[in-house]
Antibody
């Protein structure tokens, strides 16, 4: 059974840093692309980043490029999102998502990140 | 970026009655391989999104057959043939033909 379990969310000050983790089970990260999608409180879904399963190449949307870094540890079967220089606009639930050609097929339960002083 | 426009924003439905959600894209979603990468997700209150439909009309395993997807090019529809109480939630379309992937703003389905 495929499972994605996020952790690491919490309260962070503006300008601060936080690292989210996503432990995957039921499949191996090296075989799939993985993504992060976020949802601000009461708002819709926003795709932010993907990492390739085979070579770790990463892509980012403009809203996070240069501040966030997606990575994975194949030995731990864990996906990460390093968030630096966060602002209020980054307050959201962050979902770890398995990407398949043309779609997202499995979602984690989400990790809430609140940016506030 | 491709803009995905859903309508209506809110959809009050009587139990047992049909419901229809529209999703329009600002560009054609036909990919160079001939596929159209249009997905539908359901997000029940307090839960993570769950995929219902991929490539316009392919229903995921375990999704009731009262859900169906259709459309082509830039115009797509999700239909629920007979709404049940468990269908309450927000429905999102998402395109993955063009980078970056983009979602519609969501349609909230509620029971009258």
């Amino acid at each position: 059974e495929v499972q994605l379990v996020e952790s690491g969310g919490g309260l962070v000050q503006p300008g601060g840093s936080l690292r989210l983790s996503c432990a995957a089970s039921g499949f191996t990260l090296s075989s799939y692309e993985m993504s992060w999608v976020r949802q601000a409180p009461g708002k819709g879904l926003e795709y932010i980043s993907t990492v390739s399963g085979s070579d770790g190449r990463a892509s980012y949307t403009g809203s996070v490029r240069g501040r966030f870094t997606i990575s994975r540890d194949i030995s731990k079967n864990t996906l990460y999102l390093q968030m630096n220089n966060v602002g209020a606009e980054d307050t959201a639930v962050y979902y770890c998502v398995r990407k398949v050609p043309g779609s997202f097929d499995y979602w984690g339960q989400g990790a809430l990140v609140t940016v506030s002083s | 970026d491709v803009v995905m426009t859903q309508s209506p924003l809110s959809l009050p439905v009587t139990l047992g009655q049909p419901a229809s959600i529209s999703c329009r894209s600002s560009q054609s979603l036909v990919y160079s391989d001939g596929n159209t990468y249009l997905n539908w997700f359901q997000q029940r209150p307090g839960q993570s999104p769950r995929r219902l439909i991929y490539k316009v009309s392919n229903r995921d395993s375990g999704v009731p057959d009262r859900f169906s997807g259709s459309g082509s090019g830039t115009d797509f529809t999700l239909k629920i043939s007979r709404v049940e109480a468990e269908d309450v939630g927000v429905y999102y379309c998402m395109q993955s033909t063009h980078w970056p992937l983009t979602f519609g703003g969501g349609t909230k389905v509620e029971i009258k």
